[in-house]
């Protein structure tokens, strides 16, 4: 199965900033099938992103998705008080699908 | 707009058999346009893909798991249920069910855009 990556395991910034989640596949996801999801304590996970770059629905522009083969990244361009949470990867390009560790965003 | 709501025990013993359900509303589960997911997470073993059903029949499950797993649609209650036999504390976890687009037909190739609110089961003597 494909392992997934994720740094840092915490980015500590302040509101108003730009934040870059890096997500790295053990071997390439095909066609870009990774998905973003964010989590704040006590919910369950929101989708972000699918497709590498397709932002769900409801999910303000802020949110941004890039990469292909074996890197991807996750930008949050201003943070929002609200964007403060846990993010997790996950790959769907190969079987079983599976999720990366998590970056944690905090308030620095 | 799909919600999804997790129900089951809490808290089973070890070497029995944990049933769990989900109610689904705002769509059929009978809809082509969705797989029904499970997928669990602890603090050990991070979030991790127990499985997917259509409404076609197909299901796939995790390898890991797959020979003590069922996920079955009650489609006369509109419900997604799972069952795991021969449980252990390892299986102490949120249980979360969830909807995936239908967009590549593989219940093994799927991302998850809505998600219920998740079950705790923890798994003790």
């Known amino acids: 199965e494909i392992v997934l990556t994720q740094s840092p395991g915490t980015l500590s910034l302040s509101p108003g900033e730009r934040a870059t989640l890096s997500c790295r596949a053990s071997?390439?996801?095909?066609?870009?099938?990774l998905a973003w999801y964010q989590q704040k304590p006590g919910q369950a996970p929101r989708l972000l992103i699918y497709?590498?770059?397709g932002r769900a629905t409801g999910i303000p522009n802020r949110f941004s998705g890039s990469g292909f083969g074996t890197d991807f990244t996750l930008t949050i361009s201003r943070l929002e008080p609200e964007d403060f949470a846990l993010y997790y990867c996950?790959?769907?390009?190969?079987?079983?699908?599976?999720f990366g560790g998590g970056t944690k965003v905090e308030i620095k | 707009q799909l919600r999804l709501q997790e129900s089951g025990p809490g808290l089973i013993k070890p070497s029995e058999t944990l049933s769990l359900t989900c109610t689904v509303s705002g769509d059929s589960i009978t809809t082509n346009n969705y797989y029904w997911g499970w997928i669990r997470q602890s603090p050990g073993e991070g979030l991790g893909w127990i499985g997917s059903?259509?409404?076609?029949?197909?299901?796939d499950y995790n390898p890991t798991l797959k020979s003590r797993l069922t996920i079955f649609l009650d489609t006369s209650k509109n419900q997604v249920s799972l069952r795991l036999t021969s449980v252990t504390a390892a299986d102490t976890a949120v249980y979360f069910c969830?909807?995936?687009?239908?967009?590549?037909?593989?219940?093994?190739?799927?991302?998850?855009?809505?998600w219920g609110q998740g079950a705790l089961v923890t798994v003790s003597s």
């Open positions: 497709g590498a770059s």
């Open positions: 996950q790959q769907y390009g190969s079987s079983p699908p599976t």
């Open positions: 969830a909807s995936s687009p239908n967009y590549l037909w593989s219940g093994s190739h799927v991302f998850f855009d809505s």
């Open positions: 059903v259509h409404y076609s029949g197909t299901t």
């Open positions: 071997q390439g996801v095909s066609s870009g099938y």
